[in-house]
Structure formats: structure tokens, C-alpha cells
């Protein structure tokens, strides 16, 4: 495609977590950017509002007059939406959200692509800051809000462009992974574990497409996987470029070791071989986060990035957005924001969390809301993993009516496993009830885990809101 030809692009589903960065790219790179979705919420809303991009709520067809020159196509966009009807009716151009990485952004750089179950956002956003800090002035997409950045994307000019590459489908037209578009220089494997439960049959389906990406990977590139997985291990064992990997055991090429949690950060030493790299000050917790860094500091090493670069970046790391997030305290009671819905990165944020609060008593409310943990396929993994708090509160299968009932998850039977575990735990039916219930069992000292890969309903800002109502300060009691 000759992209000098096209002055006005529309993206339907414009509010998309990656679709409103890639808005925000196409505008800065100097298109009239224009879309439509429904229900645009932050930070989706508050960054196109910010770059001035305007967009229409629901789908019409009239919201393609005049016509672009090009349109976008979400990935949550099927057929019979009026809009893509218009489009194949009237043979628009359109292309998916990868089509367009490949085509308007890659050209011209080297792209190193972070892929895998968990991690991947984190480890994203650490290696776009390191290049940063090292000068290098590197191009990003994300798929979370990067502190250090205030964003999810970036636009720097300098060779890397750094992306993160999601397993998930592409588009209507094409039901492959995203990544597949992404040509990799480098790519960073961080796990692989059976997600995305409507789209992928078992973990063999998603390993056959990690395999398709390191079939991508070119003979001068280089892959860093985690070694301590069997199933990353398996991925790369056929690859034609370098493969190192990376981990806590002798048996990686890079190892991180004398981990300890010490005045707000994680302090750690990582050795290439027997020869050490780095010395890192991380100011996140838990082992998962030290694994993340230690991905971003082989591929970073590897590209020429010096020492003094890759330590300051770490120490200097603020994180994601809604990756152990401090929402507010309120009558004693911190209340913290997590993304986490799978049950392998549930329990990772609990034991995060017992790093950063030790002794302090640990309660989670988790919302069944991905696609994945809709469906009951983890129920027995999911009651494991949040009996490694103190107590639990679920809330309802979100839109529960699209599955049926013999494959959706019961909450109830969740709590039924946790009690048998000793653990208190409750099933309740709206964040409303859940945030009415934990006001009145929280207590002083309680650190109060809401983990979603949504909004929740609000339930954090519900929560505090009750605990401030209800605290003796708050009726002006001394």
C-alpha cells in the first residue's frame, strides 16, 4: 500500500485498548483520525480526548460520510456490524490493527516483539524505557499505560520499535495471532500457558502459532525465553537464530540470584554464565517482576545497551497501569488494583503483595471476566490460587448468559473449594454487594486486592468510597 495516498483513516472500535493508541500514532504521524465505538471509557477516552480525536458513539453507517481513504478494523468487530457492512459493500480499503503496525510502523526499524501469557506488558514497558533512558528514543506500543511514559505509545524515531505481541486474533478476516504481523529482529518468550479458552482449543493450538513466530525470527536475531518452562522451551527448540535463556536455575544462560526485598525495591544480581551483568534495584515486587526485568536486561545487553543504562532504568522503573496499583487507603485500608484474571498471575500478585505487606492480613476480589476465565476450565486452578490469601470475594461471571451452563464457572463452587481449604470466602452478586460486604469486614491493616482485566464496575472507587463514609474520622470522631 502507497500510505502517501491516504489522508483520512476511521477505526471502527476505536476505544479499544490498543486500537486508541494506534489512533493516537496515526495522528501524530500526521492522518485525520476519526472512529467509532461504544462506551469508551478511560484511559481510552481521556487519550483521544487529549490528542483531539473525535469519534462517534455506536455503530451507523452514516459515520462513514464522507468516506475515509482507509479503515481500521478491531479485532472485537464481527459481521452484521453495520459499519463493516457498509465497508464490504462498498469495497472500502481495511486493514487490522497488526496490518497496520506492519505496514505504517515497522518499515525503517528493527522490530523486538514481547510475547507470552504473563509478563508481557510489564516486560514491554521496561524495555522501551530502558532503550529511553539509554538514549535511543525508541518507538512502542503497549498494551497498558506506562508510567514513566504516561502512556502506551510512543513515537520517538530512533531504530527499535517495541511492541508487544499478543496471541490473540487479529481481526474477522483473520483469526491468527497479532504477532504474526510483527516480523521480529528480537523477540522476548516471558511463559506459555493455555489462554484465551474461545479462540484456542488447548495449549497445543497456541503452541503451534509460537512456533509459526519463531519461524520469523531471522538467522542474525535472537530469541530470549524463559527457560524453566517446558512449553517455552519446546517453542524454541527448532529456531534458526541464537536462543538464550533466562532464569533463576544453573541451567540458563542468564541467571538472576541474591534476590532480597529491602526499603521499596527488589535487589537482585544477574549473571551472564558466571560473569555478572547487572546489579538491579527494582522498585516492584515478586518474582515474576524479577524474571520480567531479567528478559529486558538479555535482549537489552545484547543489543550494545550498556550497564549503567540498563541498572538506571530499572531503578528508575514506575511500573504499569493497574500492575499493583495504590488506589487509596481509607480507614486503615489500602485498596489495591491488579489486572490479574489468570490463575498463575493471580497467585504471582498474592505473593507480590505478601513481599510488599508482610504479616498483614491479605484479601482478594476477583472478577470472572476474561474469556478464558468465563468458562470453568480453571475453576479448580482459580480456587488454588486465591486460597493463597486470607480471604476471598467473587463476583458474577461476566455476561454469564453467552455460555452455557455445563462449561461456566460457578463462583459458588470456587467458594466451596476455598472454604474446604480453610479459607473464608463469598459469592456475591454485584460490586455494589461486594463493596457493601467488605466495608463491613475490612479492618484496620488489611491490605484489599481487586483483581480484574475490567473496570470491575467501579468496585475499587465503590469501596473506598463506603470505608470513608464509615470511618470515625469521617463522622468527626476524635
Not at 522490530?111 to 533512558?133: D, E, P
Not at 499505560?145 to 527499535?160: I, K, W
Not at 518452562?229 to 529456531?239: F, H, I, L
Request: glycine content about 10%.
Amino acid at each position: 500500500m502507497n500510505d502517501h495516498s491516504i489522508h483520512s483513516i476511521y477505526l471502527i472500535g476505536i476505544g479499544g485498548a490498543a486500537m486508541a493508541p494506534l489512533a493516537g500514532m496515526l495522528a501524530e504521524r500526521g492522518y485525520s483520525v476519526t472512529g467509532s465505538d461504544i462506551g469508551i471509557y478511560p484511559p481510552a477516552s481521556t487519550l483521544l480526548e487529549k490528542l483531539g480525536i473525535t469519534w462517534k458513539n455506536g455503530f451507523r453507517e452514516t459515520n462513514l460520510t464522507p468516506r475515509p481513504d482507509l479503515v481500521v478494523i478491531g479485532n472485537a468487530v464481527s459481521r452484521g456490524n453495520p459499519e463493516l457492512e457498509f465497508v464490504l459493500d462498498n469495497k472500502l480499503p481495511y486493514r487490522s490493527l497488526p496490518e497496520i503496525i506492519k505496514e505504517f510502523f515497522l518499515p525503517g526499524h528493527d522490530s523486538l516483539v514481547v510475547t507470552g501469557t504473563h509478563g508481557k506488558t510489564t516486560t514491554t514497558s521496561m524495555l522501551a524505557w530502558i532503550f529511553q533512558v539509554a538514549g535511543g528514543r525508541p518507538d512502542f506500543l503497549i498494551g497498558g499505560v506506562a508510567e514513566n511514559f504516561g502512556r502506551s505509545y510512543g513515537l520517538g524515531g530512533g531504530r527499535e520499535f517495541i511492541v508487544e505481541g499478543d496471541e490473540y486474533d487479529s481481526a474477522f478476516f483473520d483469526k491468527g495471532p497479532k504477532f504474526l504481523h510483527y516480523r521480529p529482529d528480537d523477540l522476548i518468550i516471558t511463559s506459555l500457558e493455555f489462554d484465551h479458552a474461545d479462540i484456542y482449543a488447548d495449549l497445543a493450538a497456541i503452541e503451534l502459532q509460537f512456533r509459526r513466530l519463531v519461524n520469523l525470527v531471522p538467522r542474525r536475531g535472537r530469541i530470549v525465553a524463559w527457560g524453566e518452562s517446558p512449553a517455552v522451551r519446546g517453542v524454541v527448540e527448532q529456531a534458526f537464530c541464537p536462543v538464550e535463556t533466562y532464569g533463576f536455575g544453573g541451567e540458563n544462560l542468564w541467571i538472576a540470584g541474591d534476590l532480597e526485598f529491602r526499603d521499596g525495591a527488589t535487589h537482585f544480581r544477574v549473571a551472564r554464565k558466571t560473569e555478572e551483568r547487572a546489579r538491579v534495584a527494582l522498585p516492584l515486587v515478586g518474582r515474576h517482576n524479577v524474571l520480567n526485568a531479567l528478559a529486558t536486561i538479555a535482549l537489552a545487553d545484547g543489543r550494545g545497551v550498556p550497564r549503567d543504562a540498563i541498572e538506571e532504568a530499572l531503578r528508575s522503573f514506575r511500573g504499569v497501569a493497574r500492575r499493583m496499583q495504590i488506589r487509596g487507603e481509607a480507614a486503615g485500608v489500602t485498596v489495591v488494583d491488579d489486572f490479574a484474571h489468570h490463575p498463575t498471575a493471580i497467585r504471582a500478585t498474592i505473593e507480590g503483595a505478601r513481599t510488599r505487606w508482610p504479616r498483614r492480613r491479605l484479601w482478594v476480589a476477583f472478577e470472572p471476566r476474561s474469556n478464558t476465565m468465563r468458562r470453568r476450565i480453571f475453576e479448580d486452578d482459580l480456587a488454588a490460587a486465591l486460597a493463597t490469601a486470607d480471604a476471598a470475594v467473587l463476583g458474577p461471571v461476566n455476561r454469564a448468559q453467552s455460555i452455557s451452563v455445563a462449561e461456566r464457572l460457578s463462583p459458588e463452587r470456587v467458594v466451596k473449594a476455598m472454604r474446604a481449604a480453610g479459607r473464608r470466602a463469598e459469592a456475591l452478586n454485584s460490586a455494589g454487594e461486594i463493596a457493601e460486604f467488605l466495608a463491613g469486614e475490612l479492618r484496620e491493616g488489611d491490605i484489599m486486592l481487586v483483581l480484574s482485566n475490567g473496570s470491575f464496575d467501579g468496585l475499587c472507587d465503590k469501596l473506598l468510597a463506603l470505608l470513608n463514609s464509615r470511618s470515625p474520622a469521617s463522622r468527626g470522631v476524635r
